[in-house]
C-alpha cells in the first residue's frame, strides 16, 4: 500500500522525530518501534511506557435508550454498568462468533463510549446503527476527532497524577472520570493491555501533542515512548487475547476462555443469545490453552500442536517472552489434551519443539 493512503495520527511528527519505525496497522501508519522493542518492553514491566493508540476506534453511543440498544448488541450487562466504570464486552454475530472485542465506559445515564479495536471500527459502528434500529439512540464515530494515549507500566500512577494534579489511589480499574492534563480537558481511565497498572488519555486529536510533551516532560527517565511491537509481547504474556488471532467469527467467546463476559442473566434477548447458550450447554471440541517451551525457538501464529505425531491444534500467538527468558505461546487444541502439565509438542519449520500447557496467564504484576 502507498503509505501516503494511510490514516495517521495527531502525533505522527512527534513519532518521526523520534526515530520510530512505522508499519501499517489496520490502514494507520502506527509506530512499531523507536529502538529497541525489547527494551521498550522492559521499560514497561520495570518503569513506564507512552502509547500511542490513536487508531482505536471511539464510538459514542447516545439517547434516552442508549443502554437498551448496547444491551440487545453485545453480550454484556451495559445497562448494569455505573456512571463512571468500564466493562470488557464483545460484538458477536448470530451464530456466536465474535465480531469483536470491546471496552464500554459510561459516561453518564444516557452516553456510553465503546472502544473497538482499530480494524473492526467501521463493522462495529455499521453493527450498532443496525441493532439500535428503532431505538432512540444515536451512535457517532467519532475516531478521527479523538487521540489516545497511554501510560503503562509501575511508575504510571505517579507520572499521571503529576500531570493531572489528581490523587490517584481512589480511580479503581477498569473505572473512568475527567481530567485536564496540559491544559487540555481529557478522559482519563485506568485500564489497559499490558498486564501493568495503566492508564489511557482520551484527548481532542488538536490536543494530543501537548499532552504527549507533557507526559514526556514529567516522566523524564522513567517514561519511554513504546511501539505496536512490544505492546504485542506485553498482551501475549498476560494471556490477553488478540482480535483476528484468539478471537474471531470462528470462535465464540466459551472456546476463548471468556465465557463469563456474556451475560445470560438480562432478560434482553441479544444478538446471538441463542447460539451462545447451545455452545455453553454444548462445549466446543478445541480450547485456547497457554504453553510453555523449553527451548529459545519461539512458537508463532499457524504453527501446527501435535500430540503423539497427532495434529490436536494450532498456535494464536508466540513469542520468546522477554520478562520470562522462555519462548510462551497460546494456541487452540483439542480438549483430550488441554489440562496444565500435558506434554505436546510445536512443529517449528519442521522441528518438533516440546511444550506444556500451562494456565495463563503467563505474567502476573505482584503489586
Known amino acids: 500500500m502507498d503509505?501516503?493512503?494511510?490514516?495517521?495520527?495527531?502525533?505522527?511528527?512527534?513519532?518521526?522525530?523520534?526515530?520510530?519505525?512505522?508499519?501499517?496497522?489496520?490502514?494507520?501508519?502506527?509506530?512499531?518501534?523507536?529502538?529497541?522493542?525489547?527494551?521498550?518492553?522492559h521499560a514497561v514491566r520495570r518503569s513506564a511506557g507512552l502509547f500511542d493508540l490513536s487508531h482505536m476506534g471511539e464510538v459514542h453511543v447516545t439517547g434516552p435508550a442508549a443502554a437498551d440498544a448496547l444491551d440487545l448488541a453485545l453480550?454484556?450487562?451495559?445497562?448494569?454498568?455505573?456512571?463512571?466504570?468500564?466493562?470488557?464486552?464483545?460484538?458477536?454475530?448470530?451464530?456466536?462468533?465474535?465480531?469483536?472485542?470491546?471496552?464500554?465506559?459510561?459516561?453518564?445515564?444516557?452516553?456510553?463510549?465503546?472502544?473497538?479495536?482499530?480494524?473492526?471500527?467501521?463493522?462495529?459502528?455499521?453493527?450498532?446503527?443496525?441493532?439500535?434500529?428503532?431505538?432512540?439512540?444515536?451512535?457517532?464515530?467519532?475516531?478521527l476527532e479523538t487521540a489516545l494515549v497511554a501510560v503503562q507500566g509501575p511508575a504510571s500512577s505517579a507520572i499521571v497524577a503529576a500531570a493531572t494534579g489528581q490523587d490517584l489511589d481512589d480511580l479503581q480499574y477498569y473505572a473512568a472520570r475527567p481530567a485536564t492534563l496540559a491544559g487540555a480537558e481529557?478522559?482519563?481511565?485506568r485500564t489497559g493491555y499490558t498486564g501493568e497498572d495503566g492508564f489511557?488519555?482520551?484527548?481532542?486529536?488538536?490536543?494530543?501533542t501537548a499532552v504527549w510533551e507533557k507526559l514526556t516532560e514529567l516522566g523524564g527517565d522513567r517514561l519511554v515512548p513504546a511501539g505496536l511491537a512490544c505492546r504485542?509481547?506485553?498482551?501475549?504474556?498476560?494471556?490477553?487475547?488478540?482480535?483476528?488471532?484468539?478471537?474471531?467469527?470462528?470462535?465464540?467467546?466459551?472456546?476463548?476462555?471468556?465465557?463469563?463476559?456474556?451475560?445470560?442473566?438480562?432478560?434482553?434477548?441479544?444478538?446471538?443469545?441463542?447460539?451462545?447458550?447451545?455452545?455453553?450447554d454444548n462445549p466446543a471440541p478445541q480450547v485456547l490453552v497457554g504453553l510453555r517451551g523449553s527451548g529459545r525457538r519461539a512458537p508463532r501464529a499457524g504453527y501446527p500442536v501435535l500430540h503423539d505425531d497427532t495434529a490436536v491444534g494450532e498456535v494464536t500467538s508466540?513469542?520468546?517472552?522477554?520478562?520470562?527468558?522462555?519462548?510462551?505461546?497460546?494456541?487452540?487444541?483439542?480438549?483430550?489434551?488441554?489440562?496444565?502439565?500435558t506434554s505436546l509438542v510445536v512443529d517449528v519449520r519442521g522441528r518438533p519443539e516440546p511444550v506444556e500447557v500451562v494456565e495463563l496467564p503467563f505474567y502476573k504484576r505482584t503489586s
Open 3 to 41: 503509505n501516503s493512503a494511510l490514516l495517521r495520527t495527531p502525533l505522527h511528527e512527534t513519532h518521526a522525530r523520534l526515530g520510530a519505525m512505522f508499519t501499517d496497522f489496520a490502514g494507520w501508519s502506527m509506530p512499531l518501534r523507536y529502538g529497541s522493542d525489547l527494551e521498550e518492553h
Open 75 to 143: 453480550v454484556g450487562n451495559i445497562g448494569a454498568l455505573a456512571t463512571g466504570r468500564a466493562r470488557y464486552t464483545m460484538l458477536c454475530a448470530p451464530d456466536g462468533g465474535v465480531l469483536d472485542d470491546l471496552i464500554v465506559y459510561r459516561l453518564d445515564q444516557t452516553h456510553f463510549l465503546v472502544v473497538a479495536n482499530a480494524a473492526n471500527r467501521a463493522l462495529v459502528a455499521a453493527e450498532l446503527v443496525a441493532r439500535a434500529a428503532g431505538l432512540d439512540a444515536e451512535i457517532t464515530d467519532r475516531t
Open 186 to 189: 481529557v478522559m482519563l481511565a
Open 200 to 208: 489511557e488519555i482520551f484527548v481532542p486529536d488538536e490536543q494530543a
Open 232 to 280: 504485542d509481547t506485553l498482551r501475549l504474556e498476560a494471556g490477553m487475547p488478540l482480535y483476528g488471532h484468539e478471537l474471531s467469527t470462528d470462535r465464540t467467546p466459551f472456546e476463548a476462555g471468556l465465557g463469563r463476559v456474556v451475560r445470560f442473566d438480562k432478560a434482553v434477548d441479544f444478538v446471538g443469545r441463542a447460539a451462545l447458550e447451545r455452545r455453553r
Open 318 to 341: 508466540g513469542a520468546l517472552s522477554p520478562t520470562l527468558g522462555y519462548p510462551v505461546a497460546m494456541a487452540y487444541v483439542d480438549r483430550a489434551v488441554a489440562q496444565p502439565r
